[in-house]
Protein backbone atom coordinates (compact mmCIF):
# COMPACT_ATOMS: atom_id res chain seq x y z
CA UNK A 1 0.00 0.00 0.00
CA UNK A 2 1.44 3.34 -0.77
CA UNK A 3 1.65 6.45 1.33
CA UNK A 4 1.54 10.17 0.54
CA UNK A 5 4.84 10.88 3.14
CA UNK A 6 6.61 8.36 0.51
CA UNK A 7 6.00 10.78 -2.51
CA UNK A 8 9.36 12.85 -2.67
CA UNK A 9 8.46 16.86 -3.45
CA UNK A 10 10.31 18.22 -5.95
CA UNK A 11 10.79 21.88 -6.68
CA UNK A 12 8.98 21.90 -10.02
CA UNK A 13 6.25 20.10 -8.40
CA UNK A 14 5.89 22.67 -6.06
CA UNK A 15 6.09 25.85 -8.55
CA UNK A 16 3.83 23.70 -11.21
CA UNK A 17 0.94 22.97 -8.75
CA UNK A 18 1.07 26.60 -7.14
CA UNK A 19 0.11 27.97 -10.79
CA UNK A 20 -2.00 25.67 -11.28
CA UNK A 21 -3.74 26.01 -8.17
CA UNK A 22 -3.59 29.98 -9.08
CA UNK A 23 -4.91 29.09 -12.17
CA UNK A 24 -2.04 30.95 -14.10
CA UNK A 25 -0.60 30.34 -17.22
CA UNK A 26 3.03 29.66 -17.81
CA UNK A 27 3.25 32.49 -19.55
CA UNK A 28 2.20 34.37 -17.27
CA UNK A 29 4.18 33.71 -14.03
CA UNK A 30 7.19 33.78 -16.63
CA UNK A 31 6.33 37.21 -17.16
CA UNK A 32 5.95 38.05 -14.06
CA UNK A 33 9.26 36.49 -12.93
CA UNK A 34 11.03 37.87 -15.50
CA UNK A 35 12.12 34.88 -17.67
CA UNK A 36 11.05 33.09 -20.34
CA UNK A 37 8.36 30.48 -20.74
CA UNK A 38 10.73 27.77 -22.08
CA UNK A 39 12.81 28.60 -18.91
CA UNK A 40 10.09 28.09 -16.25
CA UNK A 41 8.85 24.77 -18.37
CA UNK A 42 12.36 23.38 -17.32
CA UNK A 43 11.90 24.40 -13.65
CA UNK A 44 8.49 23.24 -13.74
CA UNK A 45 9.78 19.85 -15.08
CA UNK A 46 12.93 19.81 -12.70
CA UNK A 47 14.95 19.97 -15.62
CA UNK A 48 16.78 23.14 -14.03
CA UNK A 49 17.48 24.29 -10.75
CA UNK A 50 16.00 26.99 -9.63
CA UNK A 51 18.67 28.95 -7.42
CA UNK A 52 18.16 31.63 -4.65
CA UNK A 53 17.03 34.66 -7.08
CA UNK A 54 14.46 32.78 -8.73
CA UNK A 55 13.40 31.07 -5.29
CA UNK A 56 12.85 34.38 -4.03
CA UNK A 57 10.75 35.79 -6.86
CA UNK A 58 8.81 32.47 -6.70
CA UNK A 59 8.23 33.03 -2.73
CA UNK A 60 7.15 36.34 -3.43
CA UNK A 61 4.17 35.75 -5.90
CA UNK A 62 2.98 32.23 -4.91
CA UNK A 63 3.30 33.23 -0.66
CA UNK A 64 5.89 30.52 0.22
CA UNK A 65 8.84 30.66 2.20
CA UNK A 66 12.22 30.18 0.02
CA UNK A 67 13.38 27.42 1.87
CA UNK A 68 9.94 25.34 0.70
CA UNK A 69 11.26 26.14 -3.27
CA UNK A 70 14.90 25.25 -2.17
CA UNK A 71 14.60 22.59 -0.11
CA UNK A 72 11.27 21.16 -1.25
CA UNK A 73 12.12 17.92 1.82
CA UNK A 74 13.27 19.58 4.23
CA UNK A 75 16.88 20.04 5.02
CA UNK A 76 17.12 16.64 6.83
CA UNK A 77 17.56 15.19 3.12
CA UNK A 78 20.88 17.58 2.61
CA UNK A 79 23.46 15.33 1.56
CA UNK A 80 25.71 14.92 4.75
CA UNK A 81 23.00 16.01 7.16
CA UNK A 82 23.88 13.55 9.83
CA UNK A 83 27.31 14.54 9.62
CA UNK A 84 27.01 18.41 10.29
CA UNK A 85 23.92 17.89 13.25
CA UNK A 86 26.68 15.85 15.15
CA UNK A 87 29.05 18.67 13.92
CA UNK A 88 26.78 21.54 15.08
CA UNK A 89 26.36 19.45 18.53
CA UNK A 90 30.20 18.89 19.38
CA UNK A 91 30.23 22.66 18.97
CA UNK A 92 27.48 22.90 20.96
CA UNK A 93 28.93 21.25 23.92
CA UNK A 94 32.21 23.18 23.58
CA UNK A 95 30.32 26.35 23.51
Known amino acids: MGSIDKVKLTTGK ?3 SMRVRFGLTQKEVAHAIGISVSNLSALENDKRNIGAELAGRFSV ?3 VRVER ?3 PNGLKDLKGYKRLEKLKNKLLEAA
Open 14 to 16: ILK
Open 61 to 63: IYG
Open 69 to 71: LLF
